[in-house]
């Protein structure tokens, strides 16, 4: 509750906060591409409001359209994240990762200047374009894949080490730009050159990104290719949040790709981690489950 000149200028709301450090099991849902204050993304937050059992939110990036400029990035933002996400917000937090139109002005400056976020990467430069958190038993490390991780050596990398080497059970790694997509902008191979033996060898079990416009779950990767043993990783683009809508072009690691405004749920149940898409209308588009190995 907001309370001004000692009187309440708000209802009372609860709030979710972090819990134990052994907790194992919760959900919490995932959206990207949004930012245009349109239909659809007002569509695609209401039904997000309405997952009671999700304890915070992703945002895979481009929290603003076509861009957040400095000085007008609360009025932008507000706009574009606060005001769509308003019901979500009440009672649960958020924690987007940058976008390539979420960088355009002083690198970042009034993406940094909307949120506050955890500042544990980066450095006074950097802080709060990539980091890490903690919920219960997993670990989440949100990546900035438009520049810092293009670059093959770097302190990132070490920072991106030394954290998945303390990583908890469960390792999800998000970003906006992919490292393998069906959609408009395609795969990245410096991306796929920097990250991807990395994140096998340090076992992350999921990647989410944006970029692209669209749904999409890749085939289990590993080394680069279809691992038939279905042990290899799964990215998972979330890109439908609101902006429009591009075609896809499946490649031999896409096990789907479907043009559509959507959200991802995931939910971390003990060995297992459940994950569905769920459309503008409300419609189930996709499922699928990872088990902890």
């Excluded at 993304?41 to 400095?70: C, S, W």
């Excluded at 970042?108 to 950097?126: D, E, I, R």
Aim: hydrophobic content about 40%; glycine content about 10%; overall charge negative.
């Amino acid at each position: 509750r907001l309370v001004e000149s000692g009187k309440p200028i708000t209802p009372r709301y609860s709030f979710y906060s972090a819990p134990d450090p052994t907790s194992t099991d919760f959900s919490f849902v995932v959206v990207g591409d949004s930012g245009m204050d349109n239909p659809e993304q007002f569509a695609i937050a209401n039904l997000m409001a309405k997952e009671q059992d999700a304890r915070f939110f992703l945002h895979t990036g481009d929290v603003v359209y076509p861009a957040g400029a400095l000085g007008a990035a609360v009025a932008e933002y507000n706009r574009r994240y606060f005001k769509p996400y308003a019901e979500l917000l009440k009672r649960v937090p958020g924690f987007p990762v940058v976008g390539n139109h979420d960088l355009y002005g002083l690198y970042g400056a009034p993406f940094k200047q909307a949120f506050v976020l955890p500042s544990n990467g980066g450095g006074a430069l950097f802080s709060e374009l990539f980091y890490r958190f903690d919920w219960g038993d997993a670990t989440f490390l949100a990546l900035e894949t438009n520049t810092i991780f293009r670059l093959g050596s770097g302190p990132h990398m070490s920072w991106l080490e030394d954290e998945l080497k303390t990583a908890k059970k469960w390792v999800i790694v998000y970003m906006h730009a992919p490292l393998y997509s069906a959609g408009k902008h395609g795969d990245s191979s410096t991306l796929q050159s920097n990250l991807e033996s990395l994140f096998e060898h340090e076992g992350v079990d999921l990647v989410l990104a944006g970029h692209d416009h669209d749904y999409e779950r890749s085939v289990p990767i590993k080394q680069f290719n279809q691992d038939p043993s279905y042990a290899g990783l799964v990215h998972v683009v979330t890109g439908g949040g609101g902006a429009a809508l591009r075609p896809v072009n499946p490649t031999p690691r896409t096990h789907l790709a479907l043009s559509a405004h959507h959200y991802l749920k995931v939910t971390i149940a003990g060995d297992d981690l459940h994950g569905e898409a769920i459309d503008v209308n409300g419609q189930s588009i996709d499922r699928f489950t990872i088990r902890d190995q």
